[in-house]
Protein backbone atom coordinates (compact mmCIF):
# COMPACT_ATOMS: atom_id res chain seq x y z
CA UNK A 1 0.00 0.00 0.00
CA UNK A 2 1.16 3.37 -0.88
CA UNK A 3 1.55 6.16 1.19
CA UNK A 4 -0.66 7.86 -0.42
CA UNK A 5 -3.38 5.81 -0.07
CA UNK A 6 -3.42 4.99 3.69
CA UNK A 7 -4.67 8.49 4.58
CA UNK A 8 -7.45 7.87 2.22
CA UNK A 9 -8.65 4.86 4.03
CA UNK A 10 -8.22 6.49 7.55
CA UNK A 11 -10.67 9.09 6.32
CA UNK A 12 -13.07 6.36 4.96
CA UNK A 13 -13.19 4.29 7.92
CA UNK A 14 -14.27 7.00 10.23
CA UNK A 15 -18.06 7.08 9.61
CA UNK A 16 -17.23 3.22 10.04
CA UNK A 17 -16.06 3.63 13.39
CA UNK A 18 -19.15 5.98 14.26
CA UNK A 19 -21.28 3.74 13.02
CA UNK A 20 -20.24 1.03 15.56
CA UNK A 21 -19.81 3.29 18.30
CA UNK A 22 -23.64 4.05 17.95
CA UNK A 23 -24.19 0.85 17.87
CA UNK A 24 -22.25 -0.29 20.73
CA UNK A 25 -24.05 2.57 22.69
CA UNK A 26 -27.65 1.36 21.70
CA UNK A 27 -26.32 -2.47 22.73
CA UNK A 28 -25.34 -0.75 26.20
CA UNK A 29 -28.22 0.93 26.74
CA UNK A 30 -30.60 -1.89 26.06
CA UNK A 31 -28.40 -4.15 28.24
CA UNK A 32 -28.42 -1.94 31.41
CA UNK A 33 -32.14 -1.19 30.80
CA UNK A 34 -32.87 -5.17 30.59
CA UNK A 35 -30.62 -5.57 33.89
CA UNK A 36 -32.22 -2.50 35.61
CA UNK A 37 -35.90 -3.13 34.66
CA UNK A 38 -37.55 -1.06 37.56
CA UNK A 39 -35.03 1.75 37.44
CA UNK A 40 -35.32 1.67 33.57
CA UNK A 41 -39.24 1.89 33.68
CA UNK A 42 -39.43 4.62 36.47
CA UNK A 43 -36.87 6.97 34.40
CA UNK A 44 -39.51 6.52 31.40
CA UNK A 45 -42.54 7.20 33.77
CA UNK A 46 -40.74 10.25 35.09
CA UNK A 47 -39.84 11.54 32.00
CA UNK A 48 -43.71 11.03 30.29
CA UNK A 49 -45.01 12.45 33.27
CA UNK A 50 -42.65 15.50 33.12
CA UNK A 51 -43.34 16.03 29.51
CA UNK A 52 -47.28 15.47 30.17
CA UNK A 53 -47.34 18.30 32.70
CA UNK A 54 -45.74 20.77 30.93
CA UNK A 55 -47.82 20.05 27.82
CA UNK A 56 -50.82 20.20 30.34
CA UNK A 57 -49.82 23.47 31.87
CA UNK A 58 -49.04 24.98 28.17
CA UNK A 59 -52.62 24.31 27.11
CA UNK A 60 -54.22 25.57 30.71
CA UNK A 61 -52.27 29.16 30.19
CA UNK A 62 -53.38 29.09 26.70
CA UNK A 63 -56.67 28.66 26.91
CA UNK A 64 -56.88 31.33 29.71
CA UNK A 65 -55.48 33.61 28.15
CA UNK A 66 -57.98 33.08 24.94
CA UNK A 67 -60.38 32.90 27.42
CA UNK A 68 -60.03 36.43 29.39
CA UNK A 69 -58.88 38.09 25.85
CA UNK A 70 -62.51 36.79 24.26
CA UNK A 71 -64.27 38.28 27.50
CA UNK A 72 -62.22 41.52 27.58
CA UNK A 73 -63.51 41.59 23.68
CA UNK A 74 -67.13 41.08 24.15
CA UNK A 75 -66.97 44.82 25.63
CA UNK A 76 -65.99 46.12 22.41
CA UNK A 77 -61.86 46.12 21.26
CA UNK A 78 -62.07 49.73 20.58
CA UNK A 79 -64.09 51.44 24.13
CA UNK A 80 -62.85 54.37 25.26
CA UNK A 81 -64.98 55.11 28.93
CA UNK A 82 -64.18 58.02 31.12
CA UNK A 83 -65.14 57.42 34.63
CA UNK A 84 -64.23 59.28 38.23
CA UNK A 85 -62.02 56.68 39.95
CA UNK A 86 -59.15 54.74 38.19
CA UNK A 87 -59.85 51.03 36.75
CA UNK A 88 -58.67 48.16 38.62
CA UNK A 89 -58.38 44.80 39.46
CA UNK A 90 -59.86 43.23 42.69
CA UNK A 91 -60.40 45.50 45.75
CA UNK A 92 -57.17 48.23 45.34
CA UNK A 93 -57.90 51.21 47.85
CA UNK A 94 -59.07 54.19 45.99
CA UNK A 95 -56.88 57.23 46.77
CA UNK A 96 -57.51 60.55 48.68
CA UNK A 97 -56.55 61.94 45.07
CA UNK A 98 -59.27 60.54 43.35
CA UNK A 99 -61.68 60.72 46.06
CA UNK A 100 -61.74 64.50 45.66
CA UNK A 101 -62.13 64.70 42.20
CA UNK A 102 -65.33 65.95 40.84
CA UNK A 103 -68.15 63.85 39.48
CA UNK A 104 -68.36 63.56 35.58
CA UNK A 105 -71.95 64.90 34.47
CA UNK A 106 -74.41 64.43 31.86
CA UNK A 107 -73.07 68.09 30.16
CA UNK A 108 -70.01 66.23 30.03
CA UNK A 109 -71.27 63.44 28.33
CA UNK A 110 -73.70 65.76 26.14
CA UNK A 111 -70.44 68.11 25.57
CA UNK A 112 -68.99 65.03 23.77
CA UNK A 113 -71.94 63.81 22.11
CA UNK A 114 -71.68 67.65 20.25
CA UNK A 115 -67.77 68.08 19.70
CA UNK A 116 -66.23 64.51 19.29
CA UNK A 117 -66.37 64.35 15.95
CA UNK A 118 -64.55 60.98 15.64
CA UNK A 119 -67.15 59.51 17.98
CA UNK A 120 -69.72 56.93 16.73
CA UNK A 121 -71.38 56.71 19.98
CA UNK A 122 -71.22 58.90 23.26
CA UNK A 123 -73.39 57.05 26.16
CA UNK A 124 -73.72 58.43 29.49
CA UNK A 125 -73.99 55.30 32.24
CA UNK A 126 -75.56 55.78 35.84
CA UNK A 127 -74.90 52.35 37.81
CA UNK A 128 -76.61 51.73 41.12
CA UNK A 129 -73.91 49.80 43.68
CA UNK A 130 -76.89 48.34 46.17
CA UNK A 131 -78.80 45.43 46.13
CA UNK A 132 -82.61 45.73 44.63
CA UNK A 133 -85.06 43.53 44.72
CA UNK A 134 -85.91 42.46 40.86
CA UNK A 135 -89.05 40.26 40.94
CA UNK A 136 -92.10 39.28 38.71
CA UNK A 137 -94.73 36.81 40.64
CA UNK A 138 -92.78 34.30 42.45
CA UNK A 139 -89.44 34.72 40.73
CA UNK A 140 -86.48 37.00 41.72
CA UNK A 141 -83.60 37.90 40.09
CA UNK A 142 -79.75 37.20 41.96
CA UNK A 143 -78.76 40.85 42.84
CA UNK A 144 -79.03 42.32 39.16
CA UNK A 145 -77.02 45.57 38.47
CA UNK A 146 -79.08 48.61 37.44
CA UNK A 147 -78.08 51.14 35.04
CA UNK A 148 -79.39 53.80 33.76
CA UNK A 149 -78.77 54.22 30.09
CA UNK A 150 -79.55 56.18 26.36
CA UNK A 151 -80.09 54.88 22.80
CA UNK A 152 -76.15 54.88 22.62
CA UNK A 153 -75.61 52.52 25.29
CA UNK A 154 -75.78 49.44 22.71
CA UNK A 155 -73.19 50.81 20.15
CA UNK A 156 -71.15 52.00 22.64
CA UNK A 157 -70.67 48.86 25.00
CA UNK A 158 -71.11 46.35 21.97
CA UNK A 159 -74.85 45.33 23.56
CA UNK A 160 -77.27 44.31 21.56
CA UNK A 161 -80.62 42.89 22.30
CA UNK A 162 -81.60 39.07 20.73
CA UNK A 163 -85.68 39.67 21.16
CA UNK A 164 -87.46 43.07 21.35
CA UNK A 165 -86.18 46.69 20.96
CA UNK A 166 -83.63 48.32 22.72
CA UNK A 167 -84.45 52.23 24.86
CA UNK A 168 -85.77 54.72 22.58
CA UNK A 169 -85.34 58.82 22.71
CA UNK A 170 -89.19 58.83 23.32
CA UNK A 171 -88.48 56.94 26.35
CA UNK A 172 -86.21 58.97 27.72
CA UNK A 173 -88.34 62.10 27.03
CA UNK A 174 -91.34 60.22 28.87
CA UNK A 175 -88.91 58.41 32.10
CA UNK A 176 -90.93 55.62 30.41
CA UNK A 177 -91.18 52.46 32.87
CA UNK A 178 -89.49 50.07 30.58
CA UNK A 179 -86.44 47.69 30.89
CA UNK A 180 -84.28 45.22 28.90
CA UNK A 181 -82.82 42.81 31.12
CA UNK A 182 -80.10 39.98 30.31
CA UNK A 183 -80.35 36.44 30.12
CA UNK A 184 -79.81 35.87 33.85
CA UNK A 185 -82.47 38.01 34.70
CA UNK A 186 -84.74 36.01 32.46
CA UNK A 187 -84.10 33.18 33.53
CA UNK A 188 -84.67 33.61 37.18
CA UNK A 189 -88.19 35.51 36.65
CA UNK A 190 -89.50 33.60 33.67
CA UNK A 191 -88.33 30.28 33.32
CA UNK A 192 -89.08 28.76 30.12
CA UNK A 193 -90.71 31.73 29.12
CA UNK A 194 -90.70 34.93 26.45
CA UNK A 195 -89.56 37.61 28.84
CA UNK A 196 -90.87 40.44 26.31
CA UNK A 197 -93.95 42.46 27.27
CA UNK A 198 -94.11 40.81 30.75
CA UNK A 199 -94.09 42.85 33.72
CA UNK A 200 -91.62 42.90 36.80
CA UNK A 201 -90.93 45.00 39.76
CA UNK A 202 -88.03 46.69 40.83
CA UNK A 203 -87.73 48.07 44.53
CA UNK A 204 -91.66 47.48 43.95
CA UNK A 205 -92.02 49.70 41.08
CA UNK A 206 -93.49 48.33 37.74
CA UNK A 207 -91.51 47.83 34.50
CA UNK A 208 -92.52 46.89 30.95
CA UNK A 209 -89.72 44.42 29.62
CA UNK A 210 -89.23 45.43 26.09
CA UNK A 211 -85.77 43.51 25.31
CA UNK A 212 -83.68 40.79 25.97
CA UNK A 213 -80.16 41.51 25.64
CA UNK A 214 -77.46 38.21 23.68
CA UNK A 215 -75.88 36.30 26.25
CA UNK A 216 -72.35 37.45 26.93
CA UNK A 217 -71.15 34.70 29.19
CA UNK A 218 -68.46 35.45 32.15
CA UNK A 219 -65.15 36.95 33.04
CA UNK A 220 -63.08 35.88 36.32
CA UNK A 221 -65.63 33.92 37.43
CA UNK A 222 -68.24 36.58 37.33
CA UNK A 223 -71.15 36.75 35.01
CA UNK A 224 -71.70 39.28 32.24
CA UNK A 225 -75.28 38.72 31.82
CA UNK A 226 -77.28 39.58 35.16
CA UNK A 227 -78.18 43.34 34.58
CA UNK A 228 -80.80 45.67 33.86
CA UNK A 229 -81.19 48.70 31.92
CA UNK A 230 -83.69 51.78 32.31
CA UNK A 231 -84.12 55.02 30.45
CA UNK A 232 -81.66 57.57 32.22
CA UNK A 233 -84.29 59.63 32.92
CA UNK A 234 -86.05 57.22 34.58
CA UNK A 235 -83.44 56.04 36.64
CA UNK A 236 -82.36 59.38 37.61
CA UNK A 237 -86.50 59.56 39.17
CA UNK A 238 -86.09 56.41 40.85
CA UNK A 239 -82.09 56.75 42.86
CA UNK A 240 -81.61 60.73 43.18
CA UNK A 241 -78.70 59.53 45.46
CA UNK A 242 -76.18 57.98 42.53
CA UNK A 243 -76.70 61.30 40.62
CA UNK A 244 -76.41 63.36 43.92
CA UNK A 245 -73.84 60.74 45.27
CA UNK A 246 -69.91 61.63 46.15
CA UNK A 247 -69.28 57.93 44.70
CA UNK A 248 -68.46 57.28 40.48
CA UNK A 249 -71.99 58.70 40.17
CA UNK A 250 -71.76 58.55 35.96
CA UNK A 251 -69.35 56.85 33.61
CA UNK A 252 -68.98 58.08 29.93
CA UNK A 253 -68.48 55.11 27.29
CA UNK A 254 -67.31 55.89 23.47
CA UNK A 255 -66.23 54.43 20.50
CA UNK A 256 -64.98 55.52 17.71
CA UNK A 257 -66.36 55.74 13.87
CA UNK A 258 -63.36 54.00 12.83
CA UNK A 259 -60.95 51.55 14.21
CA UNK A 260 -57.92 53.42 13.37
CA UNK A 261 -59.10 56.81 14.88
CA UNK A 262 -59.06 54.94 18.66
CA UNK A 263 -56.19 56.73 19.59
CA UNK A 264 -57.02 60.36 18.38
CA UNK A 265 -60.45 59.77 20.02
CA UNK A 266 -58.99 59.13 23.17
CA UNK A 267 -56.85 62.33 22.58
CA UNK A 268 -60.44 64.27 21.03
CA UNK A 269 -62.36 63.58 23.86
CA UNK A 270 -59.69 63.96 26.54
CA UNK A 271 -58.46 67.16 25.32
CA UNK A 272 -62.68 68.24 25.68
CA UNK A 273 -63.03 67.06 29.01
CA UNK A 274 -60.29 68.99 30.08
CA UNK A 275 -61.37 72.13 28.93
CA UNK A 276 -64.92 72.07 30.20
CA UNK A 277 -62.87 71.16 33.25
CA UNK A 278 -60.97 74.25 33.11
CA UNK A 279 -57.39 72.36 33.75
CA UNK A 280 -54.36 74.01 33.01
CA UNK A 281 -51.30 72.41 30.74
CA UNK A 282 -49.55 71.72 33.97
CA UNK A 283 -52.32 69.54 35.69
CA UNK A 284 -53.02 65.92 35.21
CA UNK A 285 -56.55 64.83 34.09
CA UNK A 286 -58.77 64.71 37.29
CA UNK A 287 -60.91 61.59 35.76
CA UNK A 288 -59.60 58.18 34.63
CA UNK A 289 -60.07 56.76 31.23
CA UNK A 290 -60.65 53.03 30.95
CA UNK A 291 -60.49 51.03 27.31
CA UNK A 292 -60.87 47.26 27.05
CA UNK A 293 -57.57 46.97 25.25
CA UNK A 294 -55.68 48.98 28.47
CA UNK A 295 -57.45 46.78 30.43
CA UNK A 296 -56.26 43.59 28.79
CA UNK A 297 -52.95 44.66 28.91
CA UNK A 298 -52.41 45.15 32.64
CA UNK A 299 -54.50 42.22 33.08
Not at 183 to 194: E, G, K, Q, S, Y
Not at 247 to 262: K, N, Q, W, Y
Request: hydrophobic share 45%.
Amino acid sequence: MTPAARPAMGVASAPRRLRLAGLENVRFALGAMRAQKLRSFLTILGVVAGVATVIMMVSFVAGFNNAITDAFSSFGTHLVQFQKFEPRFGDGETSEEERKRRNLTLEDALALKRLATLAAAVSPERYLFRTVEVRAGKGVANGPVLVGVTPDYSPANNQYVQDGRFLTDNDLRHAARVAVISTDVADALFPNRDPIDQTMTVDGQSFRIVGLFVKKGSLLGGSLDNFVVLPFTTFDGLFPEVKNGHGDSLHIATVPRRPEDFDALIAQETAILRTRRKLHANQGNDFAIFTSEGQLENF
